[in-house]
């Protein structure tokens, strides 16, 4: 049990990493762009937003996994797809934000191209916002991959992971209570983890809390 929570442990977080940083990077580029750009350009990407919200997440991800079948990467889109959203939108709230602000204006009236404001200027300061997101992002995805992994619908079965275990260990909970109990308390306490290191990274990059002092321990 010991070796499968190890092992299950490199598979959980190695999805819930893969999802954060796709996740990040196109909630974050297309936040920024729709941001910066108005128009069509903005109008399109916020109704992309609005149709993939429509949908609840758990509901969606076992839809897709139930279409194409098992697989590593089939469940990591299948955790992509919404998890993209909170990035993009508080990306584009902050660069709406940005785009006004004098060192924008500054670069330019430089010649400064958009893309290289973009790079430059609007994304290294959206970093922040997207770290904490990305904190409570990789807990929600742990949990799940560990739900659909209980349902029969994450990895191949043969791969051991938390949410697998806890599912083999659903039939034999009064006998063997063991096998379900640990890989529920990893899960528990590595969501509780991340979740708190979330909350510190908040109060930490909140600007709000540092000036009202309200983010010191």
């Known amino acids: ?15 819930a990493s893969t999802v954060v940083v796709i996740s990040g990077v196109m909630g974050v580029g297309l936040g920024a762009i729709s941001g910066y750009f108005a128009g069509r350009t903005a109008f399109y990407i916020q109704k992309l937003v609005e149709v993939v919200w429509a949908f609840p997440p758990l509901l969606l991800a076992i839809a897709i996994m139930a279409f194409f079948g098992q697989g590593l990467g089939i469940l990591i889109f299948a955790l992509v797809t919404q998890r993209w959203i909170p990035y993009c939108r508080v ?21 400064a191209s958009d893309r290289r404001i973009i790079m430059k200027h609007i994304l290294p ?13 990789m807990a929600t995805s742990i949990i799940a991959e560990a739900s659909l992994s209980f349902l ?34 990893c899960i528990f306490f590595t969501v509780l983890g ?8 908040r109060d930490l990059f909140d600007p709000r809390l540092k000036r009202s002092g309200a983010g010191r321990g």
């Open 1 to 15: 049990i010991l070796s499968r929570i190890f092992y299950g442990a490199r598979i959980s977080l190695v999805i």
């Open 91 to 111: 990306a584009r709230g902050q660069t709406l934000s940005l785009r006004t602000r004098d060192f924008v204006d500054a670069a330019r009236s430089l010649g």
């Open 194 to 201: 991340i979740n708190l290191l979330g909350d510190g990274m």
């Open 125 to 137: 300061n959206l970093m922040q916002s997207a770290m904490v997101i990305g904190t409570f992002a």
């Open 152 to 185: 029969g619908l994450g990895v191949p079965p043969e791969i051991p992971t938390w949410g697998g275990m806890l599912a083999d260990g659903r039939a034999y909970i009064s006998t063997s209570w063991w096998l379900a109990l640990f890989p529920g308390l």
